[in-house]
């Protein structure tokens, strides 16, 4: 039994579970798409709300999600009656890790998206590789696979394992290949500073042994440090030119991207695929390097990368509608909304592009990036900013100040508005639209159904 099974993670294990023969049920206390179509998919019963009643009849093992938290009804009566438990991170590694060779995609940005790039050419190059994404990836229409073959791809989280093991996730999986994407401070719920977040990734780092190889991003001097002390050899990644794989002359097109990499100095590849912004190209290359590292041939690769589609919630396009484009992103952090505003600015050049932003993810709802934000959301042409959610969790001297971030984008000369919920929000704003605007929804949750609500309104007519 999983408590909290509709996260993704968790979701996707009680799937992996599911395919390895286990009875699996589940509870929570909200679900939504995609991971409650997914999980109603696969035949795994969600129970809603959390209750006593869900443990009954008396499971072998429970999976306590690490939203957890002491409190919650199940986890009580779990530890009063003595029934075994565990976290998501240590079931998977005692279960499907230990006796595979794992690849693991960790950084503070991208790995989503890298680790289904990586296990979709391993995949083509018929490598069978087992995989566990954090989203569902759209080339397999899963976020993971239980196989027969060598490789498991993981993506390595570096958020907590458990309401009783306050570590990465990422701790647990023991790569033996590793790519770092990016190291930024996030997750101010669990971390104090950048120091601490640095701290998790050395760990990692530490992990992957002499035999090993590490692939990371060029681009910034936490990597740098992050990787510095590194036992096994490390490959750079990235625009700088004494990087192994160096990356020229990308070209942003309204349909595709393409670009070429150079390695150790000689040109090695020209890729190209339907995905838009910078960061995508820096993270194919990435799992390029390392797919190249395993045996996979170029051809192999670039075949692979035309052929990807993307990740759930990635630049998704949910809507078009009356010449009006409706994304779906889960950004979450200032960094994560910058790149994706300007990935969009390079596939829709020319049309009105709308930010549409709830502050949900844990660094979000605080103050610590607020200046930051602001920034990120001037790459757009309007701002609508929700209310925050759940701000009554967060305390209110560290509290993102919503109505500051609204004036200081007026006094910057970026029209911007504030809303409490999705319905204010989609009342507001869809009889501003107009043919050839984007909107890009930007939360790492639900957002009160807007993705379904806008659309909605926009096909009655604003």
């Keep these: 039994h999983l408590i909290g099974i509709c996260g993704t993670a968790m979701a996707s294990l009680a799937g992996m579970l599911k395919a390895r023969g286990f009875d699996v049920s589940g509870s929570d206390a909200a679900a939504y798409p995609p991971m409650s179509d997914f999980l109603a998919h696969i035949g795994v019963p969600v129970a809603q709300p959390f209750a006593e009643a869900n443990l009954e009849p008396r499971p072998d093992l429970v999976v306590v999600g690490n939203a957890i938290s002491r409190g919650n009804v199940e986890l009580e009566y779990v530890l009063d009656r003595r029934i075994p438990f565990t976290s998501m991170a240590d079931l998977l590694h005692r279960e499907f890790l230990y006796e595979r060779e794992v690849l693991a995609v960790a950084g503070t940005h991208g790995k989503t998206t890298t680790t289904s790039m990586l296990s979709w050419i391993f995949h083509s190059a018929g490598r069978d590789p087992s995989f566990l994404i954090g989203g569902i990836a759209e080339n397999f229409g899963s976020s993971f696979a239980v196989t027969d073959g060598p490789e498991f791809i993981i993506e390595g989280d570096e958020y907590d394992t458990a309401f009783f093991d306050k570590g990465p996730k990422f701790l647990h999986y023991f790569p033996k290949s590793l790519i770092l994407t990016a190291v930024e401070f996030d997750h101010a719920d669990i971390y104090k500073n950048l120091e601490e977040v640095k701290t998790a990734f050395k760990r990692l780092v530490n992990l992957v042994p002499k035999s090993g190889r590490i692939f990371a991003w060029d681009g910034h001097a936490n990597v740098d440090e992050c990787v510095a002390k590194a036992f096994c050899k490390v490959e750079r990644y990235g625009f700088a030119e004494q990087s192994e794989w160096r990356v020229s002359e990308v070209d942003h097109q309204p349909d595709k991207t393409s670009w070429r990499v150079m390695r150790s100095g000689q040109p090695w590849a020209h890729f190209e695929f339907p995905l838009a912004g910078e960061y995508n190209v820096l993270n194919a290359t990435a799992a390029a390097a390392m797919a190249a590292h395993y045996g996979i041939s170029t051809e192999s690769i670039a075949t692979a990368l035309r052929d990807f589609k993307s990740v759930k919630r990635r630049l998704e396009v949910k809507a078009e509608i009356n010449g009006i484009t409706i994304i779906d ?3 979450h952090h200032p ?21 549409v932003l709830e502050p949900r993810s844990n660094t979000l709802r605080r103050n610590v990036f607020q200046h930051e934000l602001v920034q990120s959301l001037r790459l757009a042409d309007r701002v609508v900013l929700a209310g925050i959610f759940k701000s009554e969790a967060i305390p209110e001297q560290e509290r993102l100040d919503p109505a500051d971030v609204i004036a200081e984008l007026q006094q910057q000369g970026t029209p911007a508005e504030l809303h409490s919920t999705a319905d204010e929000i989609t009342a507001a704003i869809a009889p501003q639209l107009k043919a050839g605007d984007v909107v890009a929804i930007l939360s790492n949750g639900g957002f009160g159904g807007i993705y379904e609500k806008l659309p909605a309104r926009l096909e009655r007519g604003a």
Excluded: C, S
């Design 335 to 355: 960094t994560a909304i910058a790149e994706t505003l300007k990935a969009l600015r390079t596939r829709y050049d020319g049309r009105r592009l709308w930010a």
């Design 329 to 331: 992103d889960f950004a």
